[in-house]
């Protein structure tokens, strides 16, 4: 049997690889609106990423500015299956390579007879006229650049939001709550929807908390401002001093979602006398929220693991619009996450049925450690014993080895406190 072909690699462009460069425009014909010499040039001067398969070059995104627009001068994505997904990373890294020049749009000109553009409009550019003229607004002005960078802030990859597997009830529910009417202003305002400001995310550990966080940043295309306590209290004035710091720089950007991960460490019940060292944070990050959701344009998301620890009063109706329950994935969810970590080549000899069967009470994180540790084993073995011209494969047995060995992440009796908490907390 053949070994299995390598999803291919972005990089960045070196110099020897203006051979494939030439040759992918050599193929593309017509489709490439730019002369190769420019092609060349940008390669050299400008920005260029490429995608590679072993040695070869598949695919390439090139790219240069002028004045406060990028262009791409030549773009190429690999044919066939996946060719569409492989094209949008190298879309997407090099717009991070861009990114530092403070651009308003990257643009993008193809022949007006030519192939589908749905790979394009699907990585966010937009047709314009009816010259197939395309363009998509970077997420960070040029004035905003240095501000992020500041408040530890980044533009995620545009791709998350798809990338995480199974989960429909929460996505759907998330599209609903969140995402429409942030991004679709004007179908919100029609039906009388206000935009959410902040929501809360509770659930045990594990369940993906932090990952929706990034996906709904990445599905608006807003820049994503993860918030430390941790680091924040180091600062000369204090973890409540930081906060407000931290908050005013935040409130600079156009747009943004905040994230501030087991919030209930800055704002847990507030009792005792004397007032606990955190008492005086707590009392500040409830002043914050208001003033947050003063602005359009932001998004705050704390999440939990302990709901039940939180004070009271950070809970209530006008400061989180909702408070949403991620628990641990359904059969559906379990049967997409093995989908995502099982080798493509391989998928047709293990029984995920059987996989998704002995995976309940499991995490998105648990599942994750098990497959990657079933992989990691058959390598090992790979390695450790000479095979001839085919290469050892992975079985099911490999994985239900691995799930023995893998130590749930919720115990029974904080899944039974999470159904209870959804009765006492959600708001949906």
Known sequence: ????????????????????????????????????????????KDYAVVATAGERIVGAAVGRAAHAQGWVVFFAAPPGPGGAAVGAELLGALERRMAPLGLGKLSMLVPDEG??????????????????????????????????????????????WDAVSGMRREKT???????????????????????????MLFGPPGTGKTTFAKAIASRLDWPFVEVFPSRLAAQPGGLAGALRTTFGAIGELEHAVVFIDEVEEIAAHRQGDPPSPTQSVTNELLKLIPEFRERPGRLLICATNFIRALDAAFLRHGRFDYVIPIGLPDGDARHAIWGRYIPSSMRHRIDVVELVAQSEGLTPADIEYAARRASQDALVRALDHSWGGSMPELATDDYLTALRATRATVSERVAREFLEDIQSFARL
Not at 139 to 157: C, F, N
Not at 183 to 189: C, L, N, P, V
């Open 1 to 44: 049997m053949s070994a299995p072909t390598a999803r291919p690699h972005i990089r960045e462009f070196h110099d020897d690889d203006l051979d494939g460069i030439v040759h992918l425009w050599g193929e593309a014909g017509e489709a490439s609106v730019y002369a190769l010499s420019e092609v060349i040039a940008s390669c050299q």
């Open 173 to 199: 529910l998330l599209e609903d709550r969140l995402v429409t009417p942030l991004s679709r202003t004007d179908m919100a305002e029609h039906f009388g929807v206000v935009p959410p400001r902040a929501v």
């Open 115 to 160: 192939d589908s553009l749905d790979g394009l409009t699907a990585s966010g550019f937009e047709v314009r006229h009816h010259l197939r003229y395309l363009e998509r607004r970077m997420p960070v002005q040029r004035r905003e650049v240095d501000l992020l960078k500041d408040v530890g802030g980044r533009v995620l990859p545009r791709n998350l």
